[in-house]
């Protein structure tokens, strides 16, 4: 309560003065007091005031990328999960035929397309599929004599 009579008092303009660093300490440890809570120490994610709940962003961790050799197309749904995971996959399909490698390729380019996802071959038999919160930026040879030759050019 002396926290609130202390703030009115601070916006007439009848603000406290401070002798003692203790003083100050002993305001904000009552300030906290107003924080709902079981303990006397909680987490900033169970902490409320006036309503108010603090929580982590949920995109706040890091960019996953799963290499996956699978050798079978049953596999292909575990690749799924790990794209409705927002995670990207490297696809490699080496270990396959060239039907089974199609099969599973058709079938993560349209869960990849359900998901708003991106997807591109990057080499023989090795694709990514990204979530959509990942682009793919690519660059074709042809793109790069372009962009060298511009400006490899004397000015």
């Known amino acids: 309560m002396s926290g609130l ?30 924080y709902v809570g079981t303990s006397t120490i909680s987490s ?6 006036n309503n108010l709940k603090v929580l982590s962003h949920p995109n706040s961790g890091s960019y996953e990328v799963m290499v996956t050799e699978p050798r079978s197309f049953e596999e292909s749904l575990d690749i799924v999960n790990n794209l409705r995971e927002k995670k990207t996959v490297i696809l490699n ?3 396959l035929d060239a039907e089974q490698s199609q099969r599973i390729v058709d079938f993560l380019s349209g ?9 591109q071959r990057i080499g023989e038999g090795v694709f990514i599929f990204t979530p959509n919160n990942v682009a793919i930026s690519s660059e074709t040879e042809k793109a ?10 004397p000015h």
Not at 6 to 32: Q, R, S
């Open 5 to 34: 009579v202390n703030k009115i008092k601070t916006f007439v303009g009848l603000a406290p003065e401070y002798d003692d660093e203790d003083e100050i300490f002993e305001d904000m440890y009552d300030a906290d007091d107003e």
């Open 44 to 49: 900033p994610i169970t902490r409320k005031k």
């Open 93 to 95: 399909l080496h270990l």
């Open 111 to 119: 869960a990849t397309h359900a998901i708003d996802g991106h997807q």
């Open 144 to 153: 790069r004599v372009i962009r060298d030759a511009f400006w490899n050019q």
